[in-house]
């Protein structure tokens, strides 16, 4: 059975099983409780598995209010770096949570402050990405201390935003701080939930009004509509010819180019037609190194950059030929993978390279972009337009495998058969097996495999190369989730 084909009713269902169709999903439950799974694990694992994207908290305020407390709070466990000392957390920081059945993203940022410079601006600058990029914001006050001209300066920020704002009145601790808290009713953002992060005293309410304020699943950033133009996003080492290569497929002067790094600070969205067909291209800001030790306009362009790549469905990496492949390529690369986008490599300048710096090159892509070899590669030279006309295939194979969904009972039939040709190696006197599973997603693939123990990385990477050679997935990254059958749930 194919899903592709069902009906246009079955979109709530989707939400449901992830990808799989009410019949399809009906007979995988009846498998896996046939194997001796608890059946309210393996339906979590599914939607865990085929959700889209899930709703974004981010958990702003100003330094030391106990933001990254609050987080480990939420999230039920000490992750976050906590120390009594303001100005701890610098980068923005992601972490899955759950409440009440329901699964979200907390961002846990750095201090906001206004007026500030340096590594204090950059930390200022992501949060107020943060805040851009959230589905709903949680804003954390000292309630002891009381509002601040800085709290005062935050709420202007979150009122431009727009974005539905819970009040965190934080360190209360007992009847006696919920005083303090009634002050900030003053802040205007409605009902201050008076809470100790540290001692968990009142977190309850307030995920319950967090709950109130996401959506149950957030809006796609992409693929706006059914037959609409693919967001492509051109990222990169700044002057690697984003621009160049931007203006090239556009076939005039779209995008200020300039010999200078960095002269590109603003995504610029682009409708371009080629190849047939109509694309939205991002040509974004170039990245540069470390991101938080970045400063001004060079910060603002690396936010910028990740949040294009967030809207984007693929991701066209461009690396300059002519230069040794670099640490800051491979963590471009990353980010796209990380983002679980489609990825299109593109090595610019190739009209420049002789037979010598080719051959080097080679070797460079064989060793240092080993774990992208599933993606499309083209060589290009965005000056004179060499090679063009393959872009357009390269992006349209990466997402045409970004989309691929493999059947259950197709995907059951090649477990098997490769379970028994190479059986995972015995360890500890256990030979753990994969039992069966299902891909629960697309955009990107995700799978769900049950076993009966656990499976060491180096299989899971085998078993990642295998599904590639047999159903292909080029240019899109893979997510695999193992859950292990417990003894207790075992049945005779």
Not at 333 to 352: H, P
């Amino acid at each position: 059975m194919n899903d592709d084909s069902r009906p246009e009713g079955s979109a709530a269902h989707e939400d449901e099983h992830g990808a799989l169709g009410d019949a399809e999903y009906a007979e995988f439950m009846q498998l896996a409780a046939e194997e001796g799974f608890d059946l309210e694990d393996v339906e979590g694992a599914i939607g865990a598995a085929g959700h889209g994207p899930l709703p974004v908290l981010a958990v702003v305020g100003r330094p030391n209010v106990g933001k990254s407390t609050l987080v480990n709070r939420i999230i039920g466990r000490r992750e976050a770096v906590v120390e009594d000392k303001p100005g701890v957390t610098r980068d923005r920081v992601t972490y899955e949570a759950e409440w009440a059945g329901r699964r979200f993203k907390v961002v846990d940022t750095g201090g906001w402050e206004q007026d500030v410079l340096g590594i204090d601006a950059s930390v200022a600058a992501q949060a107020e990405y943060a805040i851009e990029a959230a589905d709903a914001v949680v804003f954390v006050v000292d309630a002891k201390v009381g509002a601040t001209d800085t709290d005062e300066a935050v709420v202007r920020l979150l009122r431009k935003a727009g974005k539905p704002v819970v009040l965190c009145a934080n360190k209360v601790d007992g009847p006696s701080g919920e005083a303090d808290a009634a002050y900030l009713w003053s802040l205007g953002l409605g009902e201050p939930h008076p809470v100790s992060a540290l001692h968990g005293r009142g977190t309850g309410d307030m995920l319950d009004a967090v709950l109130e304020a996401l959506p149950e699943t957030p809006a796609q950033t992409f693929g706006t509509s059914v037959g609409g133009p693919r967001r492509v996003a051109l990222i990169g080492r700044p002057n690697v010819g984003k621009s160049s290569l931007l203006n090239k497929v556009a076939g005039e002067e779209r995008v200020v180019v300039n010999e200078l790094a960095g002269t590109t600070r603003d995504p610029v969205d682009e409708l371009i037609e080629l190849g047939g067909k109509t694309w939205k291209f991002v040509d974004t800001a170039g990245i540069r190194k470390r991101v938080h030790l970045q400063q001004g306009a060079d910060y603002y362009a690396s936010l910028r950059t990740a949040a294009a790549v967030e809207k984007a469905e693929v991701a066209v990496v461009l690396i300059d030929g002519s230069e040794t492949i670099s640490v800051q390529d491979q963590r471009i690369v990353t980010m796209a993978v990380e983002a679980g986008r489609a990825l299109v490599i593109a090595y610019n300048k190739w009209d420049t390279l002789d037979e010598e710096r080719r051959y080097y090159l080679e070797r460079e892509i064989e060793t240092e972009l080993a774990q992208v070899q599933w993606a499309p590669r083209v060589n290009v030279s965005a000056r004179t337009g060499r090679h063009m006309e393959k872009l357009v295939p390269a992006i349209e194979t990466a997402l045409e495998g970004w989309e691929t969904r493999v059947p259950t009972g197709r995907l059951n039939a090649f477990l098997g058969e490769l379970v028994a040709a190479h059986p995972h190696p015995v360890r500890g006197g256990k030979q753990p097996r994969i039992l069966f599973g299902t891909q629960a997603g697309t955009k990107p693939p995700r799978f769900v495999l049950f076993a009966s123990g656990f499976i060491e990385a180096g299989y899971r990477r085998f078993i990642e190369r295998r599904l590639r050679e047999e159903f292909g997935f080029e240019g899109s990254p893979i997510h695999i989730s193992v859950r292990v059958r417990e003894k207790r749930g075992k049945k005779k």
